[in-house]
């Protein structure tokens, strides 16, 4: 879409203008079809945003991932206003999962992957 019309403006179709010079017909057709399939392109998504409103269930836990890395899903959901009260302290790179699972020192094998331990 874009860079149809930048080269209509290249080639010296002026901007703004209710009707056009014949020579720009197929360029304007090109651009207008790409216009037409960047629109349709977002009714799945919108679909899915009224979908998951509707009918998902909501989550009422504080990570639903369960093993998850990052310390967003530390907090609790929702999260209060500043996230956390105190700083919490960082010992690994995946800083969620060892306060959510503190004893155990490994992370499950993710399927499909091989972990550590079973590689070459």
Same mark, same amino acid.
């Given at each position: 879409?874009?860079?149809?019309?930048?080269? *209509?403006?290249?080639?010296?179709?002026?901007? %703004?203008?209710?009707?056009?010079?014949?020579?720009?017909?197929? *360029?304007?057709?090109?651009?207008?079809?790409?216009?037409? *399939?960047?629109?349709?392109?977002?009714?799945?998504?919108? /679909?899915?945003? /009224?979908?998951?409103?509707?009918?998902?269930?909501?989550?009422?836990?504080?990570?639903? /991932?369960?093993?998850?890395?990052?310390?967003?899903?530390?907090?609790?959901?929702?999260?209060?206003?500043?996230?956390?009260?105190?700083?919490? %302290?960082?010992?690994?790179? %995946?800083?969620?999962?060892?306060?959510?699972?503190?004893?155990?020192?490994? %992370?499950?094998?993710?399927?499909?992957?091989?972990?550590?331990?079973?590689?070459?």
């Amino acid at each position: 879409t874009f860079l149809v019309q930048h080269w *209509l403006g290249a080639e010296g179709m002026p901007r %703004r203008y209710a009707d056009y010079a014949n020579e720009f017909t197929a *360029l304007n057709a090109i651009s207008s079809a790409g216009a037409f *399939l960047l629109g349709v392109s977002t009714l799945p998504f919108l /679909w899915n945003i /009224w979908h998951t409103a509707r009918k998902a269930p909501r989550v009422r836990v504080d990570d639903p /991932w369960v093993y998850s890395n990052s310390l967003e899903w530390a907090t609790s959901c929702p999260p209060p206003r500043h996230n956390f009260t105190a700083i919490p %302290r960082i010992r690994s790179e %995946r800083p969620a999962f060892d306060l959510h699972h503190p004893h155990t020192g490994v %992370r499950p094998a993710l399927a499909g992957r091989a972990g550590p331990e079973e590689e070459g």
